[in-house]
């Protein structure tokens, strides 16, 4: 080995944790607003839970059976328009603005087929599914409604993440949170106008609220789907006209202001895009199905389980937004060809995500305690949800590997790959494993109930993280390899 004098170690030591440091920051500005974008996402599902919740039970039981038909599908379309990300961010570091412009109006055709398509599919499909599923008689006219109501807003939903992805991949992450933000403040009030009706405006401001106010009808269910759909407007057209005005985004404003469909260009995005799609539904059917498994262990179970998950995924949602923040660094560094520095902030951005696991588990093992008692009186339910948080301690590195590795991917446009590995890790390691420890086997061990599956939880995400870890060390590897030439 080549001897290095200990003075220019430490020299090459400091400038290495010196851009360490950089890049970290760097990285963190991206995130910060897209976490709380994602917050403000999950944040309109709570309000409708809650708001509907008040109505009665049967329009909140409405409302859980609808959104568990249409958020699925929603989540495969926005993953499949993610791949626009890491197009826009490659032609960005590459400086070739002109060819932003018409990747955009691409994608925006496919997210226009996606959000009919969806909102189509889910009005024909509801009926026999509902039937299938042996909804209650009384549940079903409602969640239908519901659905009438939200299936409007598809198209809109779509388009927009489309812009949003298009903004992310420009590096202008904030856009994102503003216009979360006012998607919330839309459902939220558009959801008590729309839900209790002119007698909540009575309620809640007194008799002088105005006539033609007061005659608005509660609409329950219902009226939570036309809330969700003009939140879903209302942040389209409020992105759509930002994007055209705000000078952030001059540099992509080259090329003609309208193209009709492509095929290469939309190939390029599906190829990209749809693995990413797919991979995403995976991980939410994985939950689905996990939580159709623990249906028969009781009401109990079933909350325990509900609480310690729900709380969990919020604190997710930071090495979610760091992944997605790391697809843009990466795809930025590849554009301007920097195939070395695009090496060093993946794997730098996977040890942001590892140091943001260590916090995530800190606030499980000391604040969890105390988020269980928001959610929940129950004594039995809190003990088993604070007993599932520890168990959630042990899988928070290996859901943190795996997502920002997946965004790394993905700024190197490598996605097939993580599409298998997913249903790999999850349909096969995290279900299979997951209902084999759950329900035993006859004559050879007893069932872990509860814990079993929450096991095979952490089995699924830990081989995910492993085989995608190996995948970006080999992808990464080869970028190099390839540009230094024979």
Not at 379 to 390: F, G, H, K, P
């Amino acid at each position: 080995a080549r001897f290095v004098p200990p003075g220019w170690a430490v020299l090459f030591t400091i400038r290495h944790a010196r851009l360490r440091r950089i890049e970290s920051a760097r990285l963190i500005r991206l995130a910060l607003p897209i976490v709380g974008a994602q917050l403000a996402q999950v944040g309109m599902g709570t309000v409708d839970v809650a708001m509907t919740g008040h109505a009665s039970a049967t329009d909140l039981a409405a409302v859980s059976i609808g959104s568990s038909l249409w958020l699925p599908l929603v989540l495969f379309m926005i993953g499949t328009l993610m791949g626009l990300t890491p197009i826009v961010a490659q032609h960005v570091g590459a400086r070739r603005f002109g060819q932003i412009r018409p990747a955009v109006h691409q994608a925006l055709w496919v997210a226009a087929v996606l959000g009919l398509a969806c909102a189509l599919g889910i009005r024909e499909l509801a009926k026999p599914l509902f039937a299938f599923m042996s909804v209650p008689e009384d549940v079903s006219p409602l969640a239908m409604r519901y659905l009438a109501g939200v299936a409007f807003g598809l198209p809109a939903i779509a388009l927009y993440e489309t812009l949003r992805f298009y903004s992310d991949g420009m590096g202008h992450t904030r856009a994102s949170l503003q216009f979360a933000l006012l998607g919330l403040a839309v459902n939220v009030v558009a959801n008590y106008v729309l839900i209790f009706g002119g007698d909540g405006l009575v309620s809640l401001f007194g008799a002088g609220v105005p006539e033609v106010l007061q005659a608005i009808p509660a609409r329950g269910a219902a009226g939570c789907g036309i809330a969700t759909a003009l939140s879903m407007w209302s942040m389209f057209l409020a992105m759509l006209l930002y994007t055209k005005l705000a000078p952030a985004y001059n540099r992509a404003r080259f090329g003609a202001a309208f193209s009709g469909p492509s095929l290469a260009p939309i190939a390029e995005l599906l190829r990209v895009g749809l693995p990413v799609g797919v991979a995403i539904f995976a991980e939410v059917s994985l939950f689905t199905l996990i939580a159709l498994f623990l249906a028969g262990y009781g009401e109990i179970v079933i909350a325990a389980h509900t609480v310690a998950l729900n709380f969990s995924s919020v604190l997710f949602m930071v090495p979610l937004s760091l992944g997605m923040a790391l697809t843009v660094r990466v795809g930025q560094a590849l554009g301007r060809g920097k195939l070395r520095h695009a090496r060093f902030v993946a794997f730098n951005g996977v040890l942001c995500a590892l140091a943001a696991a260590f916090v995530i588990d800190l606030i499980l093992v000391f604040a969890g305690p105390f988020a269980v008692s928001l959610y929940t009186s129950n004594d039995a339910v809190q003990r088993l949800a604070i007993e599932l948080l520890l168990i959630a301690t042990l899988y928070q590195f290996s859901d943190a590997l795996q997502v920002s590795i997946a965004g790394a991917l993905r700024g190197y446009k490598d996605t097939r790959i993580i599409m298998v590995v997913t249903l790999l890790s999850y349909w096969g390691v995290g279900v299979g494993l997951g209902n084999l420890l759950g329900r035993g086997v006859s004559g050879l061990f007893q069932g872990l109930g509860v814990y079993g599956y929450w096991i095979g939880l952490i089995a699924g995400l830990s081989v995910a993280a492993a085989l995608l870890g190996r995948r970006l060390v080999r992808t990464s590897q080869l970028r190099r390899f390839s540009a230094a030439g024979p």
